[in-house]
Nanobody, 126 residues
Framework: QVQLVESGGGLVQAGGSLRLSCAAS????????VGWFRQAPGKEREFVAA????????AYADSVKGRFTISRENAKNTVYLQMNSLKPEDTAVYYC???????????????????WGQGTQVTVSS
């Protein structure tokens, strides 16, 4: 069983930056693709970014492309989401998720991810 813990959320003004971290409890995490998703009040959970096991492939939602960067440090069992030029519409609870299939490809679909963190709140004020 893989446990994921997100951290780094908070309140920031528009135009500011935050870096989210997703730390895993097991070393097998290094072989899993990982995604970041977010959910705003009253809305469905949506894809933000994903990364393959090695970090050599990344994908982003159009709404964050050019502003957010996903990366990972497998030696630390951690995946990051660097968020720059934040906008009020980025306000949401951010979740990291890992697919349970080692060395599989990352996707943008919540149904493909087996392990989820508890989420961290990001609030961007205007």
């Amino acid at each position: 069983q893989v446990q994921l813990v997100e951290s780094g959320g908070g309140l920031v003004q528009a135009g500011g930056s935050l870096r989210l971290s997703c730390a895993a409890s097991v070393s097998a995490f290094s072989s899993y693709p990982v995604g970041w998703f977010r959910q705003a009040p009253g809305k469905e959970r949506e894809f933000v970014a994903a990364i393959n096991w090695s970090g050599g492939y990344t994908a982003y939602a159009d709404s964050v492309k050019g502003r957010f960067t996903i990366s990972r440090e497998n030696a630390k069992n951690t995946v990051y989401l660097q968020m720059n030029s934040l906008k009020p519409e980025d306000t949401a609870v951010y979740y990291c998720a890992a697919r349970g299939s080692p060395y599989s490809g990352p996707t943008s679909y919540t149904r493909d991810y087996h392990y989820w963190g508890q989420g961290t709140q990001v609030t961007v004020s205007s």
